[in-house]
C-alpha cells in the first residue's frame, strides 16, 4: 500500500488534486469489460466526495505535515480504517490501486492514468470488413515469462495478430449469417489513447493448474530510463511523437515469493534531477540510479527462476529466510535475487510541465 502511494505522491498534479478533492464531481472509471467500453460512466453530481476520495485527502495531507515537521513518519492508521483495509495484512500493490482509483471517483485524477487500446477482427478477403472496439487500461499487464524486456513484451501484445482460418476451425464470422473467413485478431497501442502516467504491471504470479502451485517469476526483466513507443504504437500520425515518450519515474518492488514477501518503491521526486529515493515503509534512503536497476531487474534465484509456494509452514519460513536470511554469502533483500520490479511508472515527457506545476525550459533535461 505504502509502496504505491509514494508513487503517487510525488507526483505534483496527483497530489494537488487530490487534496482540492471536496466538491468533485464524482464519476465511476473502470477499466473495460467485454460488455463495457466506455470511457467513464456517466453519473450524477454528488454533493459529497466519497470516503476513499476523504480517506486519500486526509492521508495525502498528514504525509506532507511530517515531512513539514520531519516526522520520522506518518502512521495512516485513519485511511486503512475508513476503507476497512486490515493494516497488518499485505496489500498486492497493483490490485489496490487498481481498486483505490475507481473508488476516489475523481475523473480529473483518473484521467491522467487512464488509457485506450484498440482491439480490431479484420477480414483477409478483401471486403473491407472490420470489428474495432476501444479498451481503456489504467495499466498494462506484461507476462515477464515469455520476454526478457519491456519493449519486446509489447510487441508481442501489441505486434503481430493472430491469424484466425477457416481451415484450422476457428475462422471470423462477420455477421450473423455470414460464412466464415480468414481474418486477424489483434491489438494495438495508439499514441492519441496513450495516458500522461503510464503504468506498467510486470506479472510474476503464476498459477499452474496441473501442479497446482503458484510460483513467483524471478526472471530478469529489463526497462529503460527513457522510454520511445514509436516502434510498437499503430497510427503514429504526423505531429503525434511527443505523445509517445515517457521517462522513468518510480517502480514498485516486490521481494520474497508467492505468499511471502514485502513491497517497497524507488521514487524519483524531482524530474529535473538524477536523484533517486527507497521508500521501505518509515525508513526513507537516498540511492543512485544503478542501485535501483541492481534491484529491479531481477535475476535467477539460487535454485531456479521460479520460486514456488503450496502455503505450507515449510515454505513460510523459507520464504522469511529468503527475504531476511543470509545462504551461502547472499544477502535477500536490497539487490537480492527475490527482489524485483512489479509496477514500473513512467510519466510522459511533453506533460511535465503540467504534472510537476514548471515551465517547459527544463523540458529537454530529462
Request: charged share 30%.
Amino acid at each position: 500500500m505504502n509502496a504505491q502511494l509514494q508513487c503517487a505522491f510525488h507526483i505534483p498534479a496527483v497530489r494537488n488534486i487530490v487534496l482540492s478533492s471536496e466538491g468533485e464531481t464524482r464519476n465511476e472509471v473502470t477499466e473495460s469489460s467485454p460488455d463495457d467500453s466506455t470511457l467513464v460512466e456517466d453519473s450524477e453530481l454528488s454533493p459529497q466526495p466519497s470516503e476513499a476520495s476523504l480517506a486519500t485527502k486526509e492521508l495525502f495531507d498528514g504525509m506532507i505535515k511530517a515531512a513539514e515537521t520531519k516526522a520520522a513518519a506518518f502512521l495512516p492508521r485513519t485511511f486503512c480504517i475508513r476503507l476497512g483495509i486490515p493494516p497488518m495484512v499485505q496489500q498486492d500493490s497493483q490490485e489496490f490501486w487498481k481498486l483505490l482509483l475507481p473508488a476516489i471517483g475523481m475523473e480529473k485524477l483518473a484521467d491522467l492514468y487512464k488509457g485506450v487500446y484498440v482491439d480490431y477482427i479484420t477480414a483477409l478477403d478483401g471486403s473491407g470488413r472490420e470489428r474495432r472496439r476501444d479498451e481503456v487500461f489504467l495499466d498494462l499487464s506484461l507476462d515477464v515469462s515469455k520476454s526478457s524486456d519491456l519493449i519486446s513484451s509489447l510487441r508481442q501484445d501489441f505486434g503481430e495478430p493472430e491469424l484466425l482460418s477457416v481451415s484450422e476451425g476457428n475462422g471470423w464470422r462477420p455477421e450473423k449469417g455470414a460464412d466464415k473467413v480468414d481474418a486477424h485478431k489483434g491489438s494495438s497501442l495508439v499514441a492519441k489513447g496513450l495516458p500522461s502516467i503510464l503504468q506498467f504491471h510486470l506479472k510474476r504470479f503464476n498459477y499452474d493448474w496441473e501442479t497446482d502451485k503458484t510460483t513467483k517469476i524471478n526472471k530478469r526483466f529489463t526497462f529503460p530510463e527513457d522510454l520511445d513507443l514509436s516502434s510498437v504504437c499503430s497510427e503514429l500520425n504526423e505531429g503525434e511523437a511527443d505523445l509517445v515518450r515517457y521517462v522513468l519515474q518510480s517502480v514498485v518492488v516486490h521481494v520474497g515469493e508467492y505468499g511471502v514477501g514485502h513491497y517497497y518503491s524507488y521514487v524519483r521526486p524531482d524530474m529535473d534531477s538524477d536523484s533517486w529515493y527507497r521508500f521501505n515503509d518509515d525508513v526513507v534512503e537516498k540511492v543512485s540510479f544503478q542501485e535501483v536497476i541492481d534491484d529491479v531487474y531481477g535475476g535467477a534465484t539460487q535454485r531456479d527462476d521460479a520460486s514456488a509456494s503450496t502455503g505450507d509452514d515449510k515454505g513460510f519460513l523459507r520464504g522469511l529466510r529468503r527475504i531476511f536470511g543470509r545462504r551461502k554469502g547472499v544477502l535477500f533483500g536490497w539487490g537480492g535475487k527475490t527482489s524485483n520490479a512489479y509496477v514500473v511508472q513512467y510519466v510522459r515527457k511533453d506533460d511535465l510541465p503540467f504534472l510537476y506545476g514548471r515551465s517547459t525550459a527544463g523540458k529537454d533535461k530529462i
